[in-house]
């Protein structure tokens, strides 16, 4: 059963603030007539007002005995009703009649038996994709609500929603359980019990989590999925399950241990073991592909290191030479006589040492003059050659495009790589390699022809698998991360007849001929509006070499007026600590409803709102369990803490609780909206240390050390729209547009900011494609290339600034490529962070990478052009970026716990903690809000002059008043005043 408070069936509030009620619950001039119209005398007036208003606010008529007395007392008054006027119906004839036209006013049908068989279909739908029974609900609810149809009471909603959930996942049970023979399920039983020489089962191996990538720990993992593939593909058995189904089946069985496993039904137990099964050997296979990647960057390191190192030993070798050479010119330029030259040349010869020995070091020297390492590579990659033809024997790599080349080579080593000779026939497709591998790959011999080093070949093969894995030129079939991208897009079918209306949505033509016409008579346009107006821009300028100079612009000072206001708000806020803070907001917004049981029952816990405050508080302050349970003193222990955040509470769940507070710090105040309108977010990292024996700790040049980055979203508001935990190795712009389609908040930017990680000509692309202004803070100016519509297009003033052109016949090609991809990701289907990884890595084979980045040299130029000459643009620019720098400021003040260190080696958890950090810090911003709020009434009250200007310089980054460490004390039995959110006196 799930718990109302847990779904978003509306209720009415036992508290209104008086802007609530003056903007939802007065009645207008077009309800007042059709109520007069409808009911006859004083009391029936206010109880059909009552209904009305409440219905269309509820979907559903309450009982007037449950209407709260604030809100009949707002009614009453505006309708001019005596105060001894009480809601009542003396007959039901009355009531059902008001029912009736209210239905019938707001075109609404009955809960009746259609309605009822249309919500069970409904239910079914939802039910096939979604589990938890509060989702289920609440998409019922919705699509009820855009169907027009009147809510039933909700114990009506919950017993249809555990009967069809029951009869869809039962099914699914079954169908899986069918599907194994009698031996094959006996097989699965046996994982949960215990081996005879451990306390633990092999069930508990499903869960093993990746470590470092050292050659030991890849071994270890390789062989884990030999383990895990013993037990057959997964996928067979789980074929025609969704996707949401078995992710959550799976992440159910993760969370339970097998002695609660044994004591579900045998079609429920084996279910879920087979999906957490799946899900393992499909994430196996993703950390072994990255593990892989990691190694052979780590060899081309080493080799680099290599060369460096020979390259300095040579140095004095190569001064020498010099030195000598030096010597043998002079004698040339000061000696006629050819006899007399030769005499002095060997004499000099003679004094540097032998000819042999010159010989010989000239031919050292000469060996390593370039810059090509991959010779050092072959001494390290020795170790490595057993697991990586184990590896690729397991994870079974394909080509995503017609050029076999690669794998035809990867067939060729495999075979041979058991021959004792090192050399084969030079007979094989080098196409894929470039010309320093094919350098030490293809070589002469003294006599005869040219041959293949069998050895080098292997070390060239697996570099280029690395690289073309990245790319998504090639796969890893049965992983999540690595697959076939393609397979995961709509057809060209599906997509067809979605081209018009998207287009239309986004103001873009809806062909490949209008598209590029479209966007190359834009580029000319305007391209030559600035050069135009080049003369009359003073904070432009452009030298004689070429070189971009912009004028620097002052930054907007704070006022007097603007400083003494932050000072008063600042002694007045109240002293407050953070569990505090999360029991006001989750009074005001009951955030801790989303949280409970993966199996979608209610939870079954003394106090859980108090434990799910606790619990937030020890993760999103990086106290952990144990350390938070020593602050709060008998009030639970880590081991509470501990299954409340692995049985109760996922990364969705988060998402929905930070989505709560978002909504409703955009709607009920005032304040943040002098701040911003959230039509602009900035996106950035910044990284967090975690313990090195872990997949994702990588040394990150520009941060300093090793960790992983937290990615966030943050809208002009100063409000957080969404985290996310990547490593440091990736490129920080493939996740830009991630944050931007994840946030399923009210505050919907369609302008994003970013640092330099978002000059990317992909992102770019792909960016525009999604209706999204990308406009990132170019450092470096002078370094960026502007490309010119044609050949031929020139400019008067800023010619200089064009380094090449546009090709449009490429981005006509493959436009309908590029719209696939984009619907795909509109619909769900795939990420925009796995297509920007395979788009953000160059790719010869890879035409859709071409065509983006084509189209993406075009936007890009649009934007610099517009960047450039609009000095206010800049301002804007560094303004929001700057917003996102003072967030990861304000949340990591906010992290304070584990030296701030994020000890968890599990990367669903890692990401949790981001995510819980994100849920305290935007509960501390909702607030600070309040706050603020009730400080500038108080402050206008008292007289104080200010204006909207100097409360636009404040922020709720505010921490002086929070105290982060002692006891703390959860005490939820005091509810604190409802919020105003209004601020009348202030012109937003």
């Known amino acids: 059963m799930a718990s109302i408070e847990r779904t978003a069936y509306p209720r009415l509030k036992k508290k209104y603030s008086n802007d609530e009620l003056r903007s939802v619950y007065t009645p207008g001039t077009k309800e007042l007539s059709f109520i007069?119209?409808?009911?006859?005398?004083?009391?029936?007036?206010?109880?059909?007002?009552?209904?009305?208003?409440?219905?269309?606010?509820?979907?559903?008529?309450?009982?007037?005995?449950?209407?709260?007395?604030?809100?009949?007392s707002y009614i009453r008054d505006y309708l001019n009703i005596k105060e001894d006027i009480v809601p009542r119906y003396d007959h039901k004839r009355t009531l059902y009649r008001h029912h009736q036209a209210i239905r019938e006013f707001l075109q609404v049908s009955p809960y009746s038996e259609t309605n009822r068989k249309q919500i069970m279909k409904i239910m079914y739908d939802i039910s096939v994709v979604k589990d938890n029974p509060a989702d289920i609900i609440n998409a019922t609810i919705d699509e009820m609500i855009r169907s027009r149809m009147e809510l039933p009471a909700f114990s009506t909603l919950d017993r249809l929603t555990r009967r069809i959930r029951m009869v869809v996942n039962r099914s699914y049970f079954q169908q899986v359980l069918n599907r194994l023979s009698e031996i094959k399920q006996e097989k699965f039983e046996q994982i949960l019990l215990k081996n005879e020489d451990s306390d633990f089962s092999d069930f508990n191996r499903f869960k093993k989590l990746p470590k470092n990538p050292t050659l030991g720990n890849l071994k270890d993992l390789i062989g884990h999925l030999v383990w895990l593939q013993s037990f057959g593909d997964m996928k067979a058995y789980v074929q025609g399950v969704p996707v949401a189904k078995i992710k959550h089946f799976a992440a159910e069985a993760k969370s339970?241990?097998?002695?609660?496993?044994?004591?579900?039904?045998?079609?429920?137990?084996?279910?879920?073991?087979?999906?957490?099964?799946?899900?393992?050997?499909?994430?196996?296979?993703d950390y072994i592909t990255e593990m892989f990647m990691k190694r052979m960057g780590n060899l081309h390191n080493a080799a680099k290191a290599d060369l460096k190192a020979i390259k300095e030993q040579h140095q004095e070798k190569m001064e020498h030479l010099v030195m000598v050479f030096k010597n043998v010119l002079h004698v040339l330029d000061q000696e006629d006589s050819e006899v007399q030259a030769s005499q002095l040349i060997k004499s000099t010869l003679k004094e540097s040492g032998s000819i042999q020995q010159l010989l010989e070091d000239c031919e050292a020297v000469s060996a390593y003059h370039g810059n090509n390492h991959l010779q050092f590579i072959l001494p390290h990659f020795r170790s490595y050659r057993a697991s990586m033809f184990r590896?690729?024997?397991?994870?079974?790599?394909?080509?995503?495009?017609?050029?076999?080349?690669?794998?035809?080579?990867?067939?060729?080593?495999?075979?041979?790589?058991?021959?004792?000779?090192?050399?084969?026939?030079?007979?094989?497709?080098?196409?894929?390699?470039?010309?320093?591998?094919?350098?030490?790959?293809?070589?002469?011999?003294?006599?005869?022809?040219?041959?293949?080093?069998?050895?080098?070949?292997?070390?060239?093969?697996?570099?280029?698998?690395?690289?073309?894995?990245?790319?998504?030129?090639?796969?890893?079939?049965?992983?999540?991360?690595?697959?076939?991208?393609?397979?995961?897009?709509?057809?060209?079918?599906?997509?067809?007849?979605?081209?018009?209306?998207?287009?239309?949505?986004?103001?873009?033509?809806?062909?490949?001929?209008?598209?590029?016409?479209?966007?190359?008579?834009?580029?000319?346009?305007?391209?030559?509006?600035?050069?135009?107006?080049?003369?009359?821009?003073?904070?432009?300028?452009?030298?004689?070499?070429?070189?971009?100079?912009?004028?620097?612009?002052?930054?907007?000072?704070?006022?007097?007026?603007?400083k003494e206001l932050e000072r008063l708000i600042k002694e007045r806020l109240p002293e407050r600590n953070v569990i505090d803070i999360l029991c006001n907001v989750e009074h005001w917004i009951h955030w801790t409803r989303h949280f409970g049981p993966l199996s979608g029952s209610d939870p079954k816990l003394d106090n859980p709102r108090e434990r799910y405050i606790l619990n937030t508080f020890a993760y999103g302050c990086n106290l952990g369990p144990a350390q938070a349970a020593r602050h709060i003193r008998g009030t639970v222990t880590a081991d509470m803490l501990s299954y409340v955040n692995q049985r109760h509470i996922t990364v969705e769940k988060l998402?929905?609780?930070?989505?709560?507070?978002?909504?409703?710090?955009?709607?009920?105040?005032?304040?943040?909206?002098?701040?911003?309108?959230?039509?602009?977010?900035?996106?950035?990292?910044?990284?967090?240390?975690?313990?090195?024996?872990?997949?994702?700790?990588?040394?990150?040049?520009?941060?300093?050390?090793?960790?992983?980055?937290?990615?966030?979203?943050?809208?002009?508001?100063?409000?957080?729209?969404?985290?996310?935990?990547?490593?440091?190795?990736?490129?920080?712009?493939?996740?830009?547009?991630?944050?931007?389609?994840?946030?399923?908040?009210?505050?919907?930017?369609?302008?994003?900011?970013?640092?330099?990680q978002g000059q990317s000509y992909p992102v770019f692309a792909l960016a525009h494609l999604l209706g999204i202004k990308l406009m990132p803070r170019i450092r470096n100016?002078?370094?960026?290339?502007?490309?010119?519509?044609?050949?031929?297009?020139?400019?008067?003033?800023?010619?200089?600034?064009?380094?090449g052109t546009i090709d449009w016949d490429l981005i006509e090609t493959h436009w309908a490529d590029l719209i696939q991809v984009v619907l795909s990701i509109k619909n769900g289907k795939i990420s925009s962070s796995m297509i920007l990884r395979k788009l953000g890595n160059e790719s010869r084979k890879n035409k859709l990478y071409q065509a983006s980045r084509e189209l993406g040299k075009a936007i890009c130029t649009l934007f610099l052009l517009r960047y450039?000459?609009?000095?206010?643009?800049?301002?804007?620019?560094?303004?929001?970026?700057?917003?996102?720098?003072?967030?990861?400021?304000?949340?990591?003040?906010?992290?304070?716990?584990?030296?701030?260190?994020?000890?968890?080696?599990?990367?669903?958890?890692?990401?949790?903690?981001?995510?819980?950090?994100?849920?305290?810090?935007n509960a501390v911003i909702f607030q600070n809000v309040v706050d603020i709020t009730v400080i500038l009434r108080a402050l206008k009250r008292e007289g104080y002059g200010f204006d909207s200007k100097d409360v636009r310089f404040m922020s709720p980054y505010l921490t002086g008043h929070i105290k982060r460490f002692g006891d703390y004390i959860i005490d939820l039995g005091q509810s604190p005043q409802p919020f105003e959110g209004a601020l009348d006196f202030i012109d937003s």
């Not at 409808?38 to 009982?63: C, D, E, H, I, W």
């Not at 045998?266 to 957490?276: D, E, G, N, Q």
């Not at 729209?721 to 994840?742: D, K, M, N, R, T």
């Not at 002078?782 to 800023?798: L, V």
């Open 36 to 72: 007069y119209t409808q009911a006859r005398g004083s009391v029936n007036v206010l109880n059909m007002t009552l209904l009305l208003k409440t219905f269309q606010r509820l979907g559903y008529f309450p009982k007037l005995a449950d209407i709260p007395e604030p809100l009949v």
């Open 256 to 285: 339970l241990k097998a002695k609660e496993l044994r004591d579900y039904t045998k079609a429920k137990r084996i279910t879920l073991v087979v999906s957490l099964l799946f899900h393992a050997q499909m994430k196996t296979r």
């Open 391 to 562: 590896l690729a024997d397991l994870l079974q790599f394909s080509s995503t495009s017609q050029d076999t080349a690669l794998m035809d080579a990867l067939s060729i080593i495999q075979e041979n790589r058991n021959r004792r000779s090192d050399w084969l026939p030079d007979d094989l497709n080098l196409s894929f390699a470039n010309v320093d591998w094919k350098s030490l790959v293809r070589v002469k011999k003294r006599v005869g022809s040219w041959e293949i080093s069998r050895r080098h070949l292997e070390a060239c093969v697996f570099s280029q698998i690395a690289t073309e894995l990245k790319s998504g030129d090639i796969c890893v079939p049965g992983s999540e991360s690595y697959d076939d991208f393609r397979e995961q897009l709509l057809s060209w079918e599906e997509c067809e007849p979605l081209v018009s209306d998207y287009c239309k949505e986004l103001d873009l033509p809806n062909n490949a001929e209008d598209f590029v016409a479209n966007l190359k008579e834009k580029l000319v346009a305007y391209s030559h509006q600035i050069d135009k107006e080049f003369p009359r821009n003073d904070n432009l300028s452009i030298d004689e070499s070429g070189k971009l100079t912009l004028k620097r612009y002052k930054g907007k000072e704070i006022g007097v007026s603007a």
């Open 655 to 756: 998402n929905q609780a930070s989505r709560d507070l978002i909504n409703h710090y955009h709607k009920d105040f005032d304040l943040p909206k002098l701040w911003g309108t959230g039509k602009k977010a900035a996106a950035d990292g910044t990284m967090y240390d975690i313990y090195e024996e872990n997949l994702l700790a990588e040394y990150h040049i520009r941060y300093g050390g090793y960790g992983a980055i937290a990615f966030h979203l943050i809208a002009d508001n100063y409000i957080a729209l969404f985290s996310h935990f990547i490593p440091c190795g990736v490129w920080e712009a493939v996740y830009i547009i991630e944050g931007l389609l994840q946030n399923k908040s009210d505050i919907q930017p369609d302008t994003i900011h970013a640092d330099t």
């Open 781 to 803: 100016i002078k370094d960026r290339n502007f490309f010119r519509p044609t050949a031929e297009t020139t400019y008067r003033h800023i010619d200089s600034l064009f380094k």
């Open 868 to 921: 450039i000459s609009d000095i206010e643009l800049r301002q804007q620019i560094t303004n929001e970026t700057n917003k996102v720098e003072a967030y990861h400021s304000f949340s990591g003040w906010l992290c304070f716990g584990g030296d701030g260190v994020i000890s968890d080696n599990d990367p669903e958890k890692q990401e949790k903690v981001i995510k819980y950090n994100e849920l305290v810090s």
